[in-house]
T-cell receptor
Framework: DTGVSQDPRHKITKRGQNVTFRCDPI?????LYWYRQTLGQGPEFLTY????????KSRLLSDRFSAERPKGSFSTLEIQRTEQGDSAMYLC???????????FGPGTRLTVL | GENVEQHPSTLSVQEGDSAVIKCTYS??????FPWYKQELGKRPQLIID???NVGEKKDQRIAVTLNKTAKHFSLHITETQPEDSAVYFC?????????WGAGTKLIIKP
């Protein structure tokens, strides 16, 4: 499969726990994006990487959220001390330098109890 | 700040009829306009896009038109089919970041 992949697909956790999600972009894409989506809403931008550099982070992202892309390939998104309001679908997308088209992974659905 | 408005929020059409969804954007520097289709529980999928140097683009039953002067762009779906039922999102971009519309729920009535 040469598309964007995400792991896990579903995560149920208790409030206060830490969770980490992984995204593997399309191999030749150097740009990687994280979004959050709640039911009935459009994707909400969280952060953006070009290669290993995190170039932008949404003001909406609290300091409990951190993302890395250490080797410019896969990325991880960590949420510390999860809250019920963090329950959402977390989407990853990637694009190439030359073209803006963003291709999405299947998402990780997080449920915080 | 940058903003994309999308209308209508819900659109119900008879199978076989056409559907039109409209978006307006605020950033005159925007030069890339994709449309995504999202079925329930699935990822957004890019269905068509247009760049600012083109006024219209067509791919089988779907087309997108762009009016840069008025800063609006539209998605046209002809001969609608049940599988076209989904939420459609427009977006605009001047760099790497997409600014998203709020989405249109398209319902195809049999």
């Amino acid at each position: 499969d040469t598309g964007v992949s995400q792991d896990p697909r579903h995560k149920i956790t208790k409030r206060g726990q830490n969770v980490t999600f992984r995204c593997d972009p399309i191999s030749e894409h150097n740009r990687l994006y994280w979004y959050r989506q709640t039911l009935g809403q459009g994707p909400e931008f969280l952060t953006y990487f070009q290669n290993e550099a995190q170039l932008e982070k949404s003001r909406l992202l609290s300091d409990r959220f951190s993302a890395e892309r250490p080797k410019g390939s896969f990325s991880t998104l960590e949420i510390q001390r999860t809250e019920q309001g963090d329950s959402a679908m977390y989407l990853c997308a990637s694009s190439s330098r030359e073209y803006n088209e963003q291709f999405f992974g299947p998402g990780t659905r997080l449920t915080v109890l | 700040g940058e903003n994309v408005e999308q209308h209508p929020s819900t659109l119900s059409v008879q199978e076989g009829d056409s559907a039109v969804i409209k978006c307006t954007y605020s950033d005159s520097a925007s030069n890339y306009f994709p449309w995504y289709k999202q079925e329930l529980g699935k990822r957004p999928q890019l269905i068509i896009d247009i760049r600012s140097n083109v006024g219209e683009k067509k791919d089988q039953r779907i087309a997108v038109t762009l009016n840069k002067t008025a800063k609006h762009f539209s998605l046209h779906i002809t001969e609608t089919q049940p599988e076209d039922s989904a939420v459609y999102f427009c977006a605009a971009s001047s760099n790497y970041q997409l600014i998203w519309g709020a989405g249109t729920k398209l319902i195809i009535k049999p």
